[in-house]
C-alpha cells in the first residue's frame, strides 16, 4: 500500500493565449473547477495505476470539502480526512497555448495538517510500503515523518513548492523528486547546458546523500544515485496541452512502480510515461492516467537505455 500525505485543493484553471506582463489584462477561453492539490493528484494517480492508496489530509468545512470526499470514493482513494475551520486549500491556474503553466495556491485547511494530526493517523501510515510528501504542507510536518520513518518506510519527498528550510532533512528521504526550477533553488546553480546540470546533478546527490530525480519536463528526467547518473529519455504521446499535473503523475508512477516491486529503474520509466500521458489532456487530477494505459505502451515499446545493464545493476543497489 502506498499513503499520501499532503494538500487537497480546488484547482481554477484558466486558459489563455498567453501569460499576461505587469499590468496586462488577458482573457481566458475557457475556464474550469477541478479537485487538484499535490497530495490528492499523487492519491488518484497512484489508484488510478492499481495501487491501494490511503491518503491523509485537511479539510474546510466547506462545498469544496465535500466536494473532495465524494471525488476521493469515486476514485477508490482510502481518504481519511482531518478537518479544520480554515477554508479547503485553492489554487489558480493560467494555461497557457503551449500547455504550460502557473499557479498560485492559497493553502488553507492545508496549512493545519499539523504533526499532532498525522501522529492520529500513525495507525495507517505505518501499514504502507511507500509514502509520498509534498511541499504544500507545513514543512514541519513533512521533516518529522521523513525523520519518524527513515529507514521504516520507502518516502518520496516532491520539494514542490522548494524551500531552502529542506535541505536539512533531505537525506532521510529515499527519493527526493524536483522539477528543474526547484532543483536550481535547492542546488543553488544557474547551469545553462545538459552536461553542467548532469555535473551538478551529481554532485548535489553526493551531498545529500539520497537518490535523486530532477524531472526535465519535455526533456525527461535525471536519476542520480550511489551507482552514478543516468538520464531517462522523454515520451511522446501527442502534443502536450496542459503540463499542471505531469511532475505529479510522474510521482505517482514511480510510487507504484515501487509497491508493485519493480526495480527502481522500472518505475522510474513507469514514472516517465505517466507524466508523458498526463501532458496530452486537460486538468489536474482529471488527466492522470490509468494503469492499462501505462502498462500497454511499457509492454509494446521497450525502452533501449545505453548500457542497459550497468544501469540495472545501478538500480538494484538504490534502495
Not at 499513503?3 to 474550469?32: C, L, Q, Y
Not at 485537511?58 to 477508490?76: I, N, Q, S, T, V
Not at 481518504?79 to 493553502?107: A, C, K
Request: aromatic share 6%; proline share 4%.
Amino acid at each position: 500500500m502506498v499513503v499520501v500525505v499532503g494538500s487537497t485543493n480546488v484547482d481554477t484553471i484558466a486558459r489563455v493565449s498567453h501569460f499576461p506582463t505587469d499590468g496586462e489584462t488577458v482573457k481566458a477561453t475557457n475556464m474550469d473547477q477541478f479537485l487538484g492539490g499535490k497530495g490528492a493528484n499523487q492519491a488518484i494517480g497512484v489508484s488510478r495505476l492499481g495501487v491501494e492508496c490511503a491518503f491523509v489530509s485537511c479539510l474546510g468545512k466547506d462545498w469544496a470539502g465535500e466536494y473532495a470526499r465524494d471525488h476521493f470514493g469515486e476514485e477508490k482513494v482510502s481518504f481519511y480526512p482531518l478537518e479544520d475551520s480554515q477554508p479547503t486549500g485553492q489554487s489558480m491556474i493560467m494555461v497557457d497555448r503551449d500547455g504550460m503553466n502557473r499557479i498560485v495556491i492559497l493553502p488553507g485547511a492545508n496549512g493545519r495538517l499539523s504533526i499532532d494530526a498525522v501522529k492520529a493517523a500513525s495507525s495507517i501510515i505505518e501499514q504502507a510500503s511507500v509514502m509520498l510528501l509534498q511541499g504544500e504542507i507545513p514543512w514541519e510536518t513533512n521533516e518529522y515523518l521523513l525523520r519518524k520513518y527513515c529507514g521504516k518506510i520507502r518516502t518520496i519527498l516532491d520539494p514542490a513548492p522548494a524551500s531552502v528550510e529542506m535541505l536539512d532533512a533531505l537525506s532521510f528521504a529515499t527519493f527526493v523528486t524536483p522539477n528543474e526550477q526547484e532543483f536550481r533553488l535547492l542546488a543553488q546553480h544557474h547551469a545553462d547546458c545538459s552536461d553542467d546540470l548532469l555535473r551538478i546533478t551529481k554532485e548535489f546527490q553526493k551531498k545529500i546523500g539520497t537518490n535523486l530525480i530532477v524531472k526535465l519536463g519535455s526533456q525527461g528526467s535525471v536519476l542520480a544515485s550511489e551507482g552514478g547518473v543516468i538520464l531517462i529519455p522523454p515520451f511522446s504521446f501527442g502534443i502536450p496541452v496542459d503540463t499542471t499535473g505531469a511532475g505529479d503523475s510522474y510521482n505517482a508512477g514511480l510510487a507504484a512502480g515501487i509497491d508493485k516491486g519493480k526495480s527502481v529503474l522500472d518505475s522510474v520509466l513507469c514514472a516517465a510515461v505517466s507524466a508523458s500521458i498526463c501532458v496530452t489532456r486537460r486538468g489536474t487530477s482529471s488527466s492522470l492516467p490509468f494503469e492499462d494505459e501505462v502498462t500497454r505502451f511499457l509492454q509494446s515499446k521497450p525502452v533501449a537505455l545505453f548500457r542497459e545493464s550497468a544501469i540495472e545493476s545501478k538500480g538494484r543497489s538504490m534502495v
